[in-house]
């Protein structure tokens, strides 16, 4: 993907812009959402945005699926009523409808399915991805259009989010169009991320229960298959993604990942919309999680927090070397290739400590666990998800890397500049949107930035980033504070999201 410098969003710490729009009923239908069902910043968003709207006085819901590994007792999920879906074919699958209520009261309903939905995994498991996601979530979507019918909760958005729920704004467009009480009701699709289209065999389209003229290659058909993001991306009636400069790459070849023309066709639809942190569940001041707490006033709590992390992980207790943190989702769009071909000579050229955790492919666990043997007391890895661990690799680190091929936001590089630990990033998407690269000349900034995805580069970065900690710790000291002021909190981002859910009902209006 070509690369290049470019200005910094205007967004982060501009004013807070004031909304006249009419207030709205909008139903987000997710697969994922904190703290229920989590794998990646998809389920921080879809916690954090329905929660936010609410504040500001819209009527804002969740759908998600009653996954096994969901605590019921724990959130108080309760069961309300059964309902049938009707699939294609003729398939009518009777599911149980449970409730809850997200903090910030956010009403969530859950889609029970046992037979899709009661497994260990979300998407997968040890096994691979599982064969039928294709079937699991055209059930999930279908049935948020049924829950809204037979609760009379009639939203005016139908907000959804990557391939899972993609269907939505497919199935607004398509099922009992003129009839149902949803035929004024408009569909915002947001890719969080293009890399993952839910291509599946075309055996599933005959359940997803839409006309035959549908697969075709504007829509559902992708080179024989199926592709859910595709027709979503058709039907849709605005189209958003998770950062300005993540906007502008998936309607080029490369960015697109086959989808560019798809999108290309829809550009006046597309909006990049920087997402947020939930600063309820990110900040040092009152994070619960974290050792110690500590404010951009004094920082002292930081060491602390540094000096736990570092015997917790079994890291020697040297306050005076740079800690980099890492907190991922092992995958390739991580940019983690490049980190194996240059973390061995770094370790040796270079006096910094890594604390690692993560979970996915399972050969980068395999090497994160072979470097922490290899360097003991330098690297330390945890495989596994844990969300406390998170918040202290956040607070004890004193750099975040985030070297990753393509990243349409990344939460993580916001989650550390609130919490003083400078992010060393590539400058792509959202951590390019977002982090404001050192200026050794003014002592300006936010982190460290490189553009060219090679390990050379990542190499050189690491390095400033080390020899800046040792020769210039003043200038360390200014990049926190910068860091901490920076203000991505949500509201900036739901005031454009309102802008959109209005312009989404007026195509739905013209296009009725
Ligand atoms: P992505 O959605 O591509 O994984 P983001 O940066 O948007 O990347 O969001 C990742 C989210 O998942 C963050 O909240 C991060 O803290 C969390 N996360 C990722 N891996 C783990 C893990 N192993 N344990 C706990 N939290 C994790
Ligand atoms: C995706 C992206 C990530 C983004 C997140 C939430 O999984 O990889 O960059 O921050 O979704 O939108």
Redesign the pocket.
């Known amino acids: 993907m070509p690369i290049s410098p470019r200005a910094r969003s205007p967004r982060p710490g501009a004013p807070r812009k004031r909304t006249t729009a009419p207030k709205r009923k909008v139903l987000f239908v997710a697969s994922e959402c904190a703290p229920y069902a989590?794998?990646?910043?998809?389920?921080?968003v879809v916690a954090a945005l329905p929660k936010t709207l609410r504040r500001m006085g819209h009527d804002a819901r969740i759908v998600l699926p009653l996954y096994a590994s969901m605590d019921r007792t724990q959130y108080g999920i309760r069961f309300l009523r059964s309902a049938c879906v009707h699939m294609g074919k003729g398939e009518e699958q009777w599911i149980g409808v449970h409730g809850a209520s997200l903090d910030g009261g956010v009403p969530v309903w859950f889609v029970e399915y046992d037979r899709f939905f009661g497994r260990p995994g979300l998407y997968d498991d040890a096994g691979g991805e599982y064969g039928d996601n294709a079937f699991r979530f055209a059930l999930l979507s279908k049935a948020a259009l049924q829950i809204c019918k037979d609760s009379g909760f009639i939203p005016d958005v139908m907000h959804a989010h990557d391939w899972p729920t993609a269907l939505v704004p497919v199935f607004l467009k398509t099922w009992d169009r003129v009839l149902s009480p949803l035929s004024a009701t408009a569909s915002v699709l947001t890719i969080?991320?293009i890399g993952y289209q839910g291509v599946y065999h075309a055996s599933a389209f005959p359940y997803i229960g839409v006309g035959g003229e549908h697969f075709a290659p504007d829509r559902f058909e992708d080179h024989g298959k199926i592709n859910l993001l595709k027709a979503g991306i058709f039907f849709a009636d605005a189209l958003t993604t998770v950062s300005p400069g993540h906007a502008r790459e998936i309607v080029e070849p490369v960015g697109g990942m086959g989808l560019a023309p798809r999108l290309d066709a829809r550009r006046a639809d597309l909006t990049g919309i920087l997402?947020g942190a939930d600063y309820d569940h990110w900040n040092p001041e009152t994070d619960p999680l974290i050792p110690a707490r500590y404010s951009a006033r004094d920082l002292s709590g930081k060491g602390a927090c540094k000096a736990a992390l570092q015997r917790r992980m079994g890291l020697a207790e040297r306050p005076d070397w740079p800690l980099f943190g890492i907190?991922?989702?092992f995958?390739p769009?991580k940019g983690f290739g490049l980190l194996v071909e240059c973390l061995q000579a770094a370790l040796g050229q270079m006096a910094f400590q890594l604390a690692v955790?993560?979970?996915g492919d399972p050969w980068m666990e395999n090497y994160f666990g072979g470097l922490a043997a290899a360097w003991p007391g330098r690297v330390a890895c945890h495989v596994?998800?844990?969300?406390e661990?998170?918040h202290w690799i956040e607070a004890g680190s004193d750099f975040f890397l985030m070297p990753s091929l393509y990243?349409p936001?990344?939460?993580?590089q916001m989650?550390s500049m609130k919490y003083a630990t400078l992010p060393v990033v590539r400058a792509t998407g959202g951590l390019d949107d977002t982090v404001e690269n050192y200026d050794e000349a003014t002592d300006g900034g936010t982190g460290f930035k490189f553009w060219q995805p090679t390990a050379s580069a990542l190499q050189n970065t690491i390095g400033w980033a080390v020899s800046t900690w040792f020769d210039r710790p003043r200038h360390i000291a200014r990049l926190r504070r910068n860091a901490m002021r920076e203000d991505f909190s949500w509201e900036h981002a739901v005031a454009e999201y309102v802008n959109v859910y209005e312009r989404a009902i007026a195509a739905r209006r013209l296009s009725a």
């Open positions: 989590k794998v990646g910043g998809l389920a921080d969080h991320n997402n907190v991922s989702r995958a769009q955790l993560g979970t596994g998800f844990s969300n661990l998170s990243e936001c990344g939460l993580n989650y």
